[in-house]
């Protein structure tokens, strides 16, 4: 009996009053049961309806029952207490619609725990207990649990399949290997496990080294965005600091303005408001002498005409009024003038030079990754209109179609003396500075030339190691000539191979360090590419190897 109740749960055995397990429980003639002081005070509170109902079925009864001690229900509460009672599964133990049902649980199954590949059952934790209690199960394999283990029969033969055909890639029992698989390449299905294994293995491996690379990459580029909102920090305040001394530079130039104008002002009415004052007092004399003048000419005695006549007051010397010269409107607009004109210039210069400002700022790129286009009209994209700056001409070429085209001539040619121009080499820079993914195009005749890009303080005098284009380490040159070409960095020659073409394209990734050189014709051949780190603009060069020699930057667009 006891055996019995410990299969039983606590709800059993509980008041549905309080909901604990029963105290001296009695039983009312309806059939349930209840703690004797719960029903008796149950009772006492409807004593006054003369109606005593049971709380569970709601049945009456008249007179109340007379409440005895259920001695058997007592009992085995009390051992129950003593043997234990075996609390219900909760509900979670259960097999859910997504959950591995327990296959030997009968009624409500439980969630299974393992699964037997052997037996190709699903066990929960209590109906697999034999599997470790036992010897018999020692050598069966125990996995999570799965619903595909029927995948794990063999249809036609209704066995396990063990075996795996390499031949067919698929897992076989011995009855296929003998049958419809005879001759194949077949092996046991652990030795193939064992072989695929190790291929997981190195996948692994290379998946986790690509995880590596992936998270120093990962880091670098956080690097790299920290790097950039520095330097932007830094170049939005510095930039503020250059227009704040601009801007009271200006206005101190404004203040010195205003106080020259008004001390010139000053200076100017003070000398005009003497002159006025000595016409004044010289209109003064002037009236007073007319006045006596008059007085005197009404005289009518001529004897005392001619007795006051002598004693008139001499008439001042007037005040000399050729000098005076009236201008309306036009004292100080000279000024004014002039401040517009330096206005005029101002605004001019920084029109021009915000182009570069601007462009430069577009020009900030970090992606690190971009790809070099693939088609000509994929690289037209980046497409750069240059232009050659006669500042560095050689004296001995000349520059025309709005200096994009050079030739190399016998007459000198009339520059003026520059400080950036090349002295002994027939070389030519591009006026404008090249960052970001630029792309142009040269097209030359004659003997040959050079198609190079430079950084601004390459040697404009002295040996051609110093001055050449790729004699050096501060340019890079491409030489193209009727039957070869060849590249040249740092005195050092490479042979290139390629497509004789009049046309040579250039593409620069200046950030990513990547310069390329192209045959353009009808299609687009890389002829070299150099991959290193450019730490200064780089300008486009141009160097004519023979007289007669020309070469232009193309419109492309």
Same mark, same amino acid.
């Given at each position: 009996?006891?055996?019995?109740?410990?299969?039983?749960?606590?709800?059993?055995?509980?008041?549905?009053?309080?909901?604990?397990?029963?105290?001296?429980?009695?039983?009312?003639?309806?059939?349930?049961?209840?703690?004797?002081?719960?029903?008796?005070?149950?009772?006492?509170?409807?004593?006054?309806?003369?109606?005593?109902?049971?709380?569970?079925?709601?049945?009456?009864?008249?007179?109340?029952?007379?409440?005895?001690?259920?001695?058997?229900?007592?009992?085995?509460?009390?051992?129950?207490?003593?043997?234990?009672?075996?609390?219900?599964?909760?509900?979670?133990?259960?097999?859910?619609?997504?959950?591995?049902?327990?296959?030997?649980?009968?009624?409500?199954?439980?969630?299974?725990?393992?699964?037997?590949?052997?037996?190709?059952?699903?066990?929960?934790?209590?109906?697999?207990?034999?599997?470790?209690?036992?010897?018999?199960?020692?050598?069966?394999?125990?996995?999570?649990?799965?619903?595909?283990?029927?995948?794990?029969?063999?249809?036609?033969?209704?066995?396990?399949?063990?075996?795996?055909?390499?031949?067919?890639?698929?897992?076989?029992?011995?009855?296929?290997?003998?049958?419809?698989?005879?001759?194949?390449?077949?092996?046991?299905?652990?030795?193939?496990?064992?072989?695929?294994?190790?291929?997981?293995?190195?996948?692994?491996?290379?998946?986790?080294?690509?995880?590596?690379?992936? *998270?120093? %990459? +990962?880091? @670098?580029? !956080?690097? =790299?965005?920290?790097?950039?909102?520095?330097?932007?920090?830094?170049?939005? #305040?510095?930039?503020?600091?250059?227009?704040?001394?601009?801007?009271?530079?200006?206005?101190?130039?404004?203040?010195?303005?205003?106080?020259?104008?008004?001390?010139?002002?000053?200076?100017?009415?003070?000398?005009?408001?003497?002159?006025?004052?000595?016409?004044?007092?010289?209109?003064?004399?002037?009236?007073?002498?007319?006045?006596?003048?008059?007085?005197?000419?009404?005289?009518?005695?001529?004897?005392?005409?001619?007795?006051?006549?002598?004693?008139?007051?001499?008439?001042?010397?007037?005040?000399?009024?050729?000098?005076?010269?009236?201008?309306?409107?036009?004292?100080?607009?000279?000024?004014?003038?002039?401040?517009?004109?330096?206005?005029?210039?101002?605004?001019?210069?920084?029109?021009?030079?915000?182009?570069?400002?601007?462009?430069?700022?577009? *020009?900030? %790129? +970090?992606? @690190?990754? !971009?790809? =070099?286009?693939?088609?000509?009209?994929?690289?037209?994209?980046?497409?750069? #209109?240059?232009?050659?700056?006669?500042?560095?001409?050689?004296?001995?070429?000349?520059?025309?179609?709005?200096?994009?085209?050079?030739?190399?001539?016998?007459?000198?040619?009339?520059?003026?003396?520059?400080?950036?121009?090349?002295?002994?080499?027939?070389?030519?820079?591009?006026?404008?500075?090249?960052?970001?993914?630029?792309?142009?195009?040269?097209?030359?005749?004659?003997?040959?030339?050079?198609?190079?890009?430079?950084?601004?303080?390459?040697?404009?005098?002295?040996?051609?190691?110093?001055?050449?284009?790729?004699?050096?380490?501060?340019?890079?040159?491409?030489?193209?000539?009727?039957?070869?070409?060849?590249?040249?960095?740092?005195?050092?020659?490479?042979?290139?191979?390629?497509?004789?073409?009049?046309?040579?394209?250039?593409?620069?990734?200046?950030?990513?360090? +990547?310069?390329?050189?192209?045959?353009?014709?009808?299609?687009?051949?890389?002829?070299?590419?150099?991959?290193?780190?450019?730490?200064?603009?780089?300008?486009?060069?141009?160097?004519?190897?023979?007289?007669?020699?020309?070469?232009?930057?193309?419109?492309?667009?």
């Amino acid at each position: 009996m006891a055996q019995k109740g410990v299969q039983l749960d606590q709800e059993t055995f509980s008041c549905s009053i309080c909901l604990d397990l029963l105290k001296d429980p009695v039983t009312i003639p309806c059939g349930h049961s209840y703690c004797m002081n719960c029903i008796k005070t149950h009772w006492d509170e409807d004593d006054e309806n003369k109606l005593h109902s049971c709380p569970q079925c709601r049945q009456t009864f008249t007179p109340r029952p007379v409440l005895l001690k259920s001695t058997m229900l007592a009992d085995l509460v009390e051992q129950l207490k003593k043997t234990g009672l075996q609390a219900a599964p909760a509900d979670h133990c259960y097999a859910g619609p997504e959950d591995v049902a327990c296959d030997v649980c009968t009624g409500k199954k439980m969630k299974a725990v393992k699964s037997c590949l052997v037996c190709l059952v699903s066990y929960c934790e209590k109906h697999l207990q034999p599997h470790f209690d036992s010897p018999a199960f020692e050598k069966h394999k125990l996995v999570e649990p799965s619903n595909k283990l029927q995948e794990n029969i063999c249809s036609r033969h209704d066995e396990v399949m063990k075996m795996f055909c390499r031949t067919d890639q698929q897992c076989i029992c011995y009855l296929c290997s003998v049958d419809e698989h005879k001759g194949h390449d077949t092996v046991s299905a652990a030795a193939e496990r064992t072989e695929r294994q190790r291929e997981v293995e190195v996948s692994r491996l290379n998946i986790q080294q690509r995880i590596q690379d992936r *998270e120093k %990459d +990962v880091k @670098l580029l !956080q690097q =790299e965005v920290e790097a950039i909102n520095r330097s932007a920090d830094k170049t939005v #305040e510095d930039s503020e600091k250059i227009f704040t001394e601009l801007i009271r530079l200006m206005e101190k130039r404004s203040s010195d303005v205003k106080q020259q104008v008004r001390s010139q002002q000053r200076t100017e009415v003070s000398r005009v408001k003497e002159l006025q004052e000595k016409m004044e007092q010289e209109i003064t004399e002037l009236k007073r002498n007319d006045a006596e003048l008059q007085q005197l000419s009404h005289t009518e005695d001529h004897n005392q005409f001619l007795h006051n006549y002598p004693s008139l007051s001499p008439i001042s010397e007037s005040t000399d009024s050729s000098s005076i010269n009236i201008r309306p409107l036009l004292y100080f607009e000279e000024v004014t003038a002039a401040v517009s004109e330096v206005r005029d210039k101002l605004q001019d210069v920084l029109r021009e030079k915000w182009t570069n400002v601007s462009l430069t700022v577009t *020009e900030v %790129d +970090v992606l @690190l990754s !971009q790809p =070099e286009p693939k088609t000509r009209a994929g690289f037209l994209k980046y497409s750069r #209109e240059i232009t050659m700056d006669p500042n560095t001409a050689y004296i001995y070429l000349l520059l025309s179609e709005g200096n994009r085209k050079a030739t190399f001539m016998k007459q000198q040619q009339s520059y003026s003396s520059h400080t950036d121009r090349f002295t002994v080499c027939e070389q030519v820079l591009s006026r404008e500075s090249l960052t970001g993914r630029c792309y142009w195009e040269v097209e030359w005749r004659g003997g040959g030339v050079e198609v190079a890009v430079a950084y601004k303080n390459i040697s404009r005098k002295g040996g051609w190691d110093e001055c050449i284009f790729g004699y050096n380490d501060k340019s890079w040159a491409l030489r193209c000539e009727n039957n070869s070409y060849n590249f040249w960095y740092n005195k050092v020659q490479t042979p290139v191979s390629g497509p004789r073409s009049s046309r040579v394209g250039v593409y620069l990734d200046h950030s990513a360090g +990547v310069l390329s050189f192209y045959s353009v014709s009808e299609t687009m051949t890389l002829l070299h590419r150099v991959q290193t780190t450019f730490t200064q603009p780089l300008y486009a060069g141009l160097w004519l190897c023979s007289f007669g020699s020309t070469a232009e930057f193309c419109k492309l667009k």
